[in-house]
């Protein structure tokens, strides 16, 4: 149980192109959901927090017209990188939580912006 | 000062070591514990939850010490796939987000 996916694996896209990650549970419906980033050599950042039906609550120094985020249910939730540089480039990670402090993580995205 | 900070690695050990990973944290407020495990490229998986009294699963044992607000992992006779990056990670936060370590690199070698 506890299964979190993620689409896609990984995406390569041109400088100033969106990228959408989706980001779901597909065993167990989840109050809140995180989307991490984690760049080489580096700890995973938070990026953000999302609850279903409601705005997203961003870390400082996370632009939230850069990376919308869309939680539309209690299984599914997207992360949309919008005008993408190479800067943006890393591995994206979203994880799932039913239960405060437990969080069940998808496999995460690897974005290459060229 | 960091929120978590690990030992800086990488931990280069032979088949059968004890190896001991150690963590500290900065917010006294803390309510809860982990050592995850990433292996390269992958995202990061509980290896398990850290208690007060300390806690052992099979050849791993974990003790939180919160008024040192330290955390450590022991690994004991180390196996090849022990090799990965164990992450440090503190909990309670507002909206139950947690707080990752930089990790610590283990290389077992044969």
């Known amino acids: 149980g506890a299964v979190v996916s993620q689409h896609p694996s990984w995406v390569i896209c041109k400088s100033g192109t969106s990228v959408k990650i989706e980001c779901r549970s597909l065993d167990f419906q989840a109050t809140t959901m995180f989307w991490y980033r984690q760049f080489p050599k580096q700890s995973l950042m938070l990026m953000a927090t999302s609850n279903e039906g409601s705005k997203a609550t961003y870390e400082q120094g996370v632009e939230k017209d850069k990376f919308l985020i869309n939680h539309a249910s209690l299984t599914l939730s997207t992360l949309t990188v919008t005008s993408a540089h190479p800067e943006d480039s890393s591995f994206y990670i979203c994880?799932?939580?039913?239960?405060?402090?437990?969080?069940?993580f998808g496999p995460g995205t690897r974005l290459t912006v060229l | 000062r960091k929120e978590v900070e690990q030992d800086p690695g990488p931990f280069n050990v032979p088949e059968g070591a004890t190896v001991a990973f150690n963590c500290t944290y900065s917010n006294s407020a803390s309510q809860s514990f982990f050592w995850y495990r990433q292996d390269c490229r992958k995202e990061p998986k509980l290896l398990m939850s850290v208690y007060s009294s300390g806690n052992e699963d099979g050849r791993f044992t974990a003790q939180l010490n919160r008024a040192s607000q330290y955390i450590s992992l022991l690994i004991r006779d180390s196996k090849l796939s022990d090799s990965a990056t164990y992450l440090c990670?503190?909990?309670?936060?507002?909206?139950?987000?947690?707080?990752f370590g930089k990790g610590t690199k283990l290389s077992v070698k044969p």
């Open positions: 990670v503190v909990g309670g936060g507002s909206q139950g987000n947690l707080i």
């Open positions: 994880s799932a939580s039913l239960i405060r402090d437990t969080q069940y």
